[in-house]
């Protein structure tokens, strides 16, 4: 069964961190284009980072605080989110792209065929 779970998420006061997990089952996370997507109240859903064979992208808004990696070892996906403001507040999503090893269509959720059940974030100021 393909599955994902996030963990990770709480609330931290704005320049704070978290560090957000993605346990993979039924694919291996090495071979797959995946992603962390986030969706606030009212928002539409926005891709946050995707990593895959042709590199890693990040949204503009997160640049430069948040990290995305795989951890091979552990079949994980994780987001580090550093220096963490008030407009990072929204529910975060792990997705992967199934049969996609590059992520040919760049933060867009297109090719995203799997979701995790979320998990939240709450910054304050």
């Known amino acids: 069964q393909v599955q994902l779970v996030e963990s990770g998420g709480g609330s931290v006061q704005a320049g704070g961190s978290l560090r957000l997990s993605c346990a993979a089952s039924?694919?291996?996370?090495?071979?797959?284009?995946m992603g962390w997507f986030r969706q606030a109240p009212g928002k539409e859903r926005e891709g946050v980072a995707i990593?895959?064979?042709?590199?890693?992208t990040y949204a503009d808004s997160v640049k430069g605080r948040f990290i995305i990696s795989k951890e091979n070892a552990k079949n994980t996906l994780s987001l580090q989110m550093n220096s963490l403001k008030p407009e990072d507040t929204a529910m975060y999503y792990c997705?992967?792209?199934?049969?996609?090893?590059?992520?040919?269509?760049?933060?867009?959720?297109?090719?995203?065929?799997?979701w995790g059940q979320g998990t939240q974030v709450t910054v304050s100021s």
């Open positions: 997705a992967a792209a199934r049969g996609w090893t590059w992520c040919s269509s760049g933060l867009s959720a297109r090719i995203f065929s799997v």
């Open positions: 039924g694919y291996t996370v090495s071979d797959t284009c």
């Open positions: 990593t895959g064979r042709g590199g890693i």
